[in-house]
């Protein structure tokens, strides 16, 4: 009903994660409303950030150079590395304010439902990072099946001179007793810490 | 902390409506993901849409001539025009399969609040499509104090050989009747009707 290019974009919205068809108007009848130079700027952008982010030649983080800018800073410490799925995690660890060492980016998580095997990550060249300076590794992967089976892998393949830690597992903060799963709860309770 | 690529990308999508940072970051993740031929369709469906889509010039429609398909169709009925605020509306009206008749996209409401007067509006043009052969207006407005204005402004521009009818106001389908706002439980009485 709506005219072939105006149909077009809605299509090409849908695209984006969680995106449906009323979203995708909504979106694309905004895109309408802009102005031009507006929505120059936007095409561009798109365009910008495809052909100019790439990943970190060293730990897998996005980067517009070969180089991340977390691996470029000397200040971080070398001893510790942050191991996690994406890039994404990398932000949200960041935004704390608290780790200062470095990190790899996995690619994923070994995943037998999803055939995801060792050898489809970032894991050959994690191993090759780990030399004498480096003194913990720290997985910080989501608690899920794919999260420790990709623990255990990583424990098994790293030399026992290198601590290994994963994220602590617990209630939520905020989050209501007893609302939470069983696993969680009995997590909690294995873990427990003196007051 | 995201290169300055995928930072303004982020910035970009966060014009979209409802767009917040977190899932501007989503949006522009998964655009890095996608192919670089897929992102160039996504900046081309924006220019496109933006440059090929004009309203159309007898009501208002979006369309991608001078007219749109609606005002095109020799079928449609020219004894009536449903009048709406804005094109997406259109689109929900045609969705029911059910209107025959034309339309015509004022752009707007008459609002004291926002400061839109009737000359903001597409009203002019509206007036001029009111000949011998139109019989009916249907004012398709939400049923708001600036739809009611509108509807009270346009009652008194038009000849009186027109009739004008607005929107059933009622009960929605499916709606409880408990929960309903006391202006549609009222209305609803007002408006009843007999088995």
């Given at each position: 009903m709506y005219p072939l290019e105006l149909q077009k974009l809605i299509e090409l919205f849908k695209k984006l994660p969680g995106v449906g068809n009323k979203t995708a108007e909504r979106y694309a009848l905004l895109v309408l409303e802009m102005e031009e130079a507006e929505v120059e700027e936007f095409a561009e952008g798109l365009l910008d950030a495809k052909r100019k982010i790439t990943e970190c030649e060293i730990c897998g983080n996005y980067t517009n150079g070969k180089h991340c800018d977390i691996c470029l800073d000397a200040q971080r410490d070398e001893s510790v590395i942050c191991v996690v799925s994406s890039a994404r995690d990398i932000l949200a660890i960041e935004k704390l304010n608290s780790f200062q060492g470095r990190y790899h980016v996995l690619g994923g998580l070994i995943s037998t439902v999803n055939n995801v095997m060792p050898n489809d990550l970032n894991i050959d060249k994690l191993l090759l990072r780990?030399?004498?300076?480096?003194?913990e590794l720290i997985l910080?992967?989501?608690?899920?099946l794919e999260g420790e089976t990709t623990a255990l892998y990583l424990s098994k393949k790293v030399d026992e001179s290198v601590v290994i830690s994963h994220l602590a597992q617990g209630l939520p903060m905020g989050g209501q007793l007893e609302y939470a799963d069983e696993m969680t709860l009995l997590r909690s309770f294995e873990n427990r810490k003196k007051v």
């Open positions: 780990l030399n004498d300076e480096v003194k910080a992967f989501s608690p899920t």
